[in-house]
């Protein structure tokens, strides 16, 4: 199977505490991207790297990409009670116009 | 700005009964569009992907087809629905020849009985 796995499936942290979940794939990318989802709701794009970058921040989200190790982390920072939500990497792979999701992460900030 | 919209949010059907979901998308002309599966507590299952009117790329063998009338709506559809059809089923549009960012719908919940 061309999708990846997310690791850990499940994270609880305190609040405040930085989150840092991860992602491997197997094939070559163009891009990844990595979205969360709340709780019965559609997914919501957060941040994009390309495959020829190999970190990016966003306010208080970092991605850093490993190509050689077909890896990736998201890192949140000073995590909030509504960070909260299912985190999942996507690759979009040369050529076409499919992203393949990862399994996904299940972050819990505990108040 | 752009908008997606899903409907209906939630739906209740017995098996063999048929199905319609509906996706339009606003703000944005000749998107791609997609729809997914998701099963409780997993990932997401392409199911159908378009890059242009009545052009429908299926992933998987399934008991759905899907359509697109129009430029931006795009349409999930079952003769008879299975138990196994259960799930959430999200659209998504994307910008034809971008980077592939996607942007989803609110999602309809299926649970077939």
């Known amino acids: 199977s061309q999708q990846g796995e997310e690791d850990p499936q499940a994270l609880s942290i305190q609040e405040g505490e930085n989150a840092t979940m991860n992602c491997s794939y197997k094939t070559s990318i163009n891009n990844l991207q990595w979205y969360r989802q709340n709780s019965g709701r559609g997914l919501v794009h957060l941040i994009l790297?390309?495959?020829?970058?190999r970190e990016k921040h966003s306010g208080r989200l970092r991605v850093t990409l490993d190509t050689s190790k077909k890896s990736s982390s998201l890192l949140i920072t000073a995590s909030r009670a509504a960070d909260t939500a299912s985190y999942f990497c996507a690759r979009s792979n040369f050529g076409n116009e499919k992203l393949t999701f990862g399994t996904g992460t299940r972050l819990t900030i505990i108040p | 700005s752009q908008t997606i919209h899903q409907w209906p949010a939630t739906l209740v059907q017995p098996v063999g009964s048929p199905l319609s979901l509906e996706c339009t998308v606003e703000?944005?002309?000749?998107?791609?569009l997609y729809w997914y599966r998701q099963a409780a507590g997993r990932g997401l299952q392409l199911l159908f992907y378009s890059v242009g009117i009545g052009q429908i790329s299926s992933e998987v063998p399934q008991n759905l087809s899907a359509s697109r009338p129009q430029d931006r709506q795009f349409i999930l559809s079952s003769k008879k629905l299975l138990l196994s059809d259960s799930g959430f089923y999200l659209c998504a549009w994307s910008v034809l020849g971008g980077r592939n960012e996607q942007y989803f719908g609110p999602g309809t919940r299926l649970t077939v009985t």
């Open positions: 703000g944005t002309s000749n998107p791609n």
């Open positions: 790297i390309r495959s020829n970058e």
